[in-house]
């Protein structure tokens, strides 16, 4: 959950630059969750009070054609999945 909550700020970021009238949409770097599974599941459905060893999460990036993707890569792997938490990520295109 630290990690969504890092994405969801710096998405929320981005939305206040166009807010602001600094950047347009085409200018800012997108970030939308497409997918969040977790937690363990039962016959009846998913149990309850019970933390989930692993969760997996999905996101929709785009970045503008005049964006540097180094700089992004980067904070995806200090910030937004590092290695201390136990986490991996894979960028796909």
């Known amino acids: 959950m630290d990690s969504i909550e890092v994405i969801n700020r710096?998405?929320?970021s981005q939305f206040d630059l166009v807010k602001a009238?600094?950047?347009a949409n085409?200018?800012?770097i997108s970030v939308n969750p497409?997918?969040?599974k977790a937690g363990i599941p039962s016959p009846t459905g998913f149990?309850?009070?019970m933390q989930p060893s692993e969760a997996e999460a999905g996101f929709d990036l785009r970045l503008p054609p005049t964006a540097d993707p180094d700089?992004?890569?980067k904070?995806?792997?200090e910030e937004w999945a590092p290695a201390v938490r136990n986490?991996?990520?894979e960028v796909t295109s």
């Open 10 to 12: 710096f998405r929320d």
């Open 21 to 23: 009238g600094k950047a």
């Open 26 to 28: 085409s200018e800012v």
């Open 34 to 36: 497409v997918f969040l």
């Open 47 to 49: 149990v309850m009070n």
């Open 71 to 73: 700089p992004m890569k």
């Open 75 to 77: 904070r995806i792997a």
């Open 87 to 89: 986490m991996i990520y």
